[in-house]
């Protein structure tokens, strides 16, 4: 099967008059996979979520024809994983164990060990559950029974697979007719019966249609919603018990919007394990409404039944203008539905199905959340003390925000520099945080040399001071040492390192005379600051002189100060591509780092830096930004190759595009190195195995290093686009 190209269809963006708030962005990816035309009815869609398995991404279809069996397509390219725009067909397959009806298989899903799960059923009768190890070539690999139940009185709805083999707990949920159902298992394999017993069997009031399953095992059937905006779900706890709701049925679950249409027929429900969001995840709730031809739409709820955003057509309902629905009009030509299960991956995206009268495919709903500004995001983020997340934007602004919610921290006032700056003015720096005089403060720069300070309400702590003028590309962020705020600046053919006291007032600075730039921030340690410029790397006492100069080439980004069992180390990139490592208490070369304190990545570039960013050291290991879109890893005790294999190369991100901006690590989840390439994509890298990782496709170059929050397990990060992106922790 050739490859499909993409249209992205275009969809309604909210401009940055609206208040400042997280924006859910959905984009619809049409179609993400053709499968064809003619007799062949396609009836369900899955997605293997598991991160650690080589078909993380793989979409798999149902072909419920008499002799139908699963299709799989894998991504394209395979390195994008659940972050794939395109598919492609692969020669793998499962067909289930016999004819059953013409509905065979009708639902597909895939277990948390690979396993490729089937539900059938036959006109009224029958529903059988069937299982089947991956396949790994072309040769079909037949499915067993593991379930089979008579008097269904209609095919399965729903069908949700947890749990593995190896565990022996695999839980399957069925939703049909009036009915939901969950069975487990004792024993067997992917293509070995085993021993199943009911969990529960319930009578639901309105039909359940789609099936999720939370971290914790409760379920939630996607119910209809007929009048009086009843709530969108049945929930049931892991055993099936708990109180009965109204007209005695199981408790009713979530608070649907008012402003939505209240008569929809569900097609189906998801869940995705989010550690950023309160209570650790979210909810789909999918459904048509309306009469033939039918509009699709999608909304996604709190764990507390709270509706949070969603996407669909304008006609749904008189929607609020603000950022939480977006309007996608999914083409609909024909009268039929499919998709009674339609998926989501572990990264919220949609993947829904639907079929017209002669045409079907898989259409891949994209979902990301961000921070929208009115211009490219080149300051990257940082978290402050009080847990507000700072950054500056190309439309003039510093903002301060709740980064879990995107409404504005407690108290702060986004803050505009053009009235004191100037017209076009922008803020390239990233903003710091230090107490001064014992008062949290935001300090950062202009593109044109002001050096601004904003207390927790977004008021300027002391007088805005212009230190340079007839520039327009600094981007150096202040820091603060013995209360007094050090900033460096490009000034004219050389570099000023101004030295303030706490109320901005100018109080010395010295020059490097043979340096024409600089883009990074002083690192501290005990009575003296390591500098970075494109001419060197300098040791700085407090009075500005010159201790030591441990690298006579430009650095890249930041000095990074590690403190080590032994000896602390300040260590730096440099443009041509190689790390310096130093004592951090004396300033000399490290010499048991490398040759004589300085090891050459070996990095080869067409032209220009080889390396732009800032490095970042953590247990007992060295991450660098490469030109190259790859990022290389060092050993901190002798600088030997800490990648794979004893590899200096610790993750290759794709022929196009560069690591521009420093890498960061995220201790949380599984641990995993974070970074943005300027192609638009940005990688949560595993720390213990770079084999496994997530990529983001953002849409937009990142220029940006990221910001970690480690308290609500998630990361930030800014793009040319105008947008903060958060991601949950991998």
Not at 58 to 68: H, I, L, R
Not at 347 to 354: D, I, T
Not at 542 to 549: A, P, R, Y
Request: with cysteine.
């Amino acid at each position: 099967m050739k490859k499909h190209l993409l249209a992205l269809m275009a969809v309604l963006t909210l401009g940055a008059s609206c208040a400042f708030a997280e924006y859910t962005r959905y984009e619809m990816i049409t179609p993400s996979v053709a499968l064809g035309s003619g007799s062949t009815t396609f009836t369900s869609v899955a997605v293997n979520r598991n991160t650690t398995s080589p078909y993380y991404g793989y979409v798999y279809v149902a072909n419920a024809t008499a002799s139908g069996g699963i299709r799989i397509y894998r991504p394209d390219p395979i390195s994008d994983r659940t972050a794939a725009r395109s598919y492609v067909l692969t020669n793998m397959s499962v067909i289930p164990p016999g004819t059953l009806g013409s509905t065979n298989p009708y639902l597909v899903d895939i277990g948390d060990d690979d396993t490729v799960w089937i539900s059938e059923g036959s006109a009224t009768t029958t529903v059988r559950v069937d299982s089947a190890p991956h396949p790994t070539n072309s040769t079909p690999v037949q499915a067993v029974t593991q379930i089979s139940t008579t008097n269904a009185a209609i095919n399965a709805r729903g069908f949700r697979v947890i749990g593995t083999f190896a565990a022996n707990n695999i839980r399957v949920f069925i939703s049909r007719n009036n009915r939901a159902t969950c069975y487990g298992i004792a024993g067997g394999d992917p293509d070995t019966p085993g021993t199943w017993s009911t969990i529960y069997d319930r009578a639901l009031g309105y039909f359940p249609y789609g099936i999720a399953v939370d971290s914790a095992g409760n379920a939630y059937f996607a119910k209809s919603v007929a009048t009086g905006n009843t709530p969108p779900f049945y929930k049931l706890p892991p055993d099936g018990s708990g109180a009965e709701g109204a007209e005695g049925y199981p408790l009713r679950f979530g608070s649907w919007p008012t402003w939505a249409s209240n008569t929809t027929i569900p097609s189906g429900a998801g869940y995705v394990a989010d550690p950023s969001v309160p209570g650790g995840g979210y909810l789909y709730y999918s459904a048509r409404f309306g009469s033939s031809p039918y509009k699709v739409f999608a909304f996604r709820f709190a764990l507390d039944g709270t509706f949070l955003d969603g996407y669909g057509p304008t006609t749904l309902g008189t929607y609020p203008m603000d950022g939480t629905y977006t309007v996608l009009d999914i083409p609909w030509t024909g009268s039929s539905f499919r998709g009674a299960n339609p998926h989501c991956d572990d990264r919220g995206n949609v993947y829904q199905m639907w079929t017209d009268s002669s045409n079907s495919s898989v259409l891949k709903v994209v979902r990301t959340a961000y921070y929208p500004t009115a211009a490219a995001v080149k300051s990257s983020p940082t978290i402050g003390s009080t847990g507000a997340a700072y950054f500056g934007s190309n439309d003039g602004k510093l903002y301060g925000i709740n980064p879990v919610t995107g409404a504005p921290a407690s108290g702060f006032t986004t803050y505009d520099i053009t009235g004191v700056a100037g017209a076009g003015t922008t803020v390239l720096s990233r903003p710091s945080v230090y107490s001064l005089n014992g008062s949290p403060t935001v300090l950062f720069t202009s593109n044109n040399g002001y050096l601004f300070g904003l207390d927790s309400t977004g008021t300027p702590a002391f007088t805005p001071v212009q230190l340079v003028t007839g520039e327009t590309t600094v981007s150096s962020s202040p820091m603060v040492f013995n209360n007094e705020i050090w900033v460096p600046m490009k000034n004219g053919s050389k570099v000023t390192l101004f030295k303030t006291d706490s109320s901005g007032t100018h109080a010395q600075s010295m020059d490097f005379t043979s340096d024409t730039d600089v883009k990074s921030s002083p690192s501290v340690f005990g009575p003296s600051a390591f500098i970075g410029t494109y001419g060197g790397v300098y040791r700085v006492a407090s009075d500005l002189t010159v201790n030591n100069t441990v690298a006579s080439v430009g650095a890249s980004g930041s000095p990074f100060i590690a403190n080590t069992s032994t000896t602390p180390i300040a260590f730096t990139a440099t443009v041509d591509g190689k790390v310096y490592a130093a004592n951090a208490t004396n300033g000399t070369a490290l010499t048991s780092f490398g040759t004589g304190g300085v090891v050459d990545l070996g990095i080869t570039v067409a032209s220009g830096d080889k390396i732009s960013g800032s490095l970042f050291a953590y247990n007992g290991k060295l991450y660098i930004p490469g030109m190259d879109n790859k990022v290389y890893c060092l050993n901190i005790s002798n600088g030997s190759g800490g990648g794979s294999g004893g590899s200096v190369v610790f993750f290759e991100a794709g022929s196009t595009g560069a690591v521009a901006a420093g890498v960061a690590v995220d201790p949380s989840g599984s641990g995993s190195v974070v970074f943005g390439s300027t192609d638009g994509r940005f990688y949560q890298v595993r720390l213990s195995d770079p084999s496994v990782y997530k990529m983001t496709n953002l849409g937009s170059a990142v220029n940006t290093t990221p910001t970690v929050d480690r308290t609500n397990r998630l990361v930030l990060v800014g793009t040319d686009a105008g947008r903060v992106h958060k991601l949950p922790s991998f």
